[in-house]
């Protein structure tokens, strides 16, 4: 059997690239890559995202790149699955994203002008309304997507009925209502549970309510203090290591003990 062989490489480099997405599609292809669907993709592709995510965020540029080429395959991925039902393809995506960014910057590429950021937020959302028929939101949470993380989601919820006024005008009712939820989850526990994955939702919910009010970023905060949970246990194993202790022997009292003496060191350190 003929093997297919690599694209050209004097070819630009998205056409490499698309030449050998094909490749593995086809039938003599890859049996991973021919077996892939829109759904089946959907966790990686998320999974791509977040990494270009914490490429940028670890400021390594090395890294960035590569993420941002693995990012990069899932868009050309998917739109060779749908080139091969007849739906679309590459081009036409990038065709529909060119003709979207020119028409929503009308202060770029027409006589409009915009003196800032803000500005430019509000006519962005006059021309989505405007693509959209001009036709009126039913509901002021129209237009978010369920597909965001929960977090994010959770947060723009909440802001889109701040908007309409549906909100507290300061931080202490929010705390209450979070002090409120967490009684119900420790209700819902003594119950027998039943509830309890509603009633953790509401919990977590009211606690991206707080954050919003506090104008602190949610996903940010979450990710700093698992990050800092990540440092300390690493500490700690390093320390049981040091002293010979195998922690799955030892009692959770013992090892609390060794977490409170990696704080205390951490924060000499300061």
Same mark, same amino acid.
């Given at each position: ?8 490489? *004097? ?8 030449? @050998?997405? %094909? ?19 959907? %966790?990686?592709?998320? +999974? $791509?995202? /977040? +990494?270009? @995510? ?12 590569? &993420? ?10 998917? *739109? ?6 007849? =739906?679309?393809?590459?081009? %036409? ?5 060119? $003709? ?25 959302? &006059? ?25 994010? /989601? ?16 300061? @931080? ?6 979070? =002090?409120?939820?967490?009684? +119900? @989850? &420790? $209700? ?36 700093? %203090? ?15 290591? $040091? ?16 977490? +409170?003496?990696?704080? =205390? ?6």
């Amino acid at each position: 059997m003929t093997r297919p062989t690599p694209p050209d490489v *004097s070819l630009p480099a998205i056409e490499q690239l698309k030449l @050998v997405v %094909a490749q593995l599609r086809a039938p003599d292809g890859c049996p991973w890559d021919k077996e892939q669907t829109h759904t089946s993709l959907r %966790a990686g592709l998320l +999974e $791509e995202a /977040y +990494e270009v @995510v914490a490429a940028i965020d670890a400021k390594d540029d090395l890294n960035l790149k590569e &993420e941002l080429g693995d990012l990069l395959l899932q868009v050309v991925f998917h *739109s060779q699955i749908a080139q091969e039902e007849g =739906r679309f393809d590459l081009e %036409a995506v990038a065709a529909g994203i060119v $003709e979207k960014l020119v028409r929503r910057h009308p202060h770029v590429f027409e006589e409009e002008t915009a003196l800032d950021s803000a500005e430019v937020l509000v006519r962005w959302e &006059e021309i989505k309304k405007a693509e959209k028929g001009g036709k009126a939101q039913v509901s002021a949470l129209d237009g978010v997507s369920p597909g965001l993380p929960s977090l994010q /989601y959770a947060a723009k919820i909440q802001k889109r009925a701040a908007q309409s006024g549906f909100d507290w005008d300061a @931080v202490i009712p929010v705390l209450e209502k979070v =002090r409120e939820e967490l009684v +119900e @989850v &420790e $209700e819902s526990l003594k119950e027998g549970g039943a509830t309890l994955e509603e009633e953790l939702g509401d919990l977590m919910f009211s606690v991206v309510n707080l954050t919003r009010k506090l104008e602190i970023d949610a996903e940010v905060a979450l990710h700093g %203090a698992t990050q800092k949970f990540s440092r300390r246990f690493q500490s700690v194993e390093a320390l049981a290591a $040091e002293r010979g202790i195998t922690m799955k022997e030892e009692s959770l009292e013992f090892l609390d003990l060794l977490w +409170e003496e990696v704080k =205390r060191r951490a924060r000499e350190q300061l």
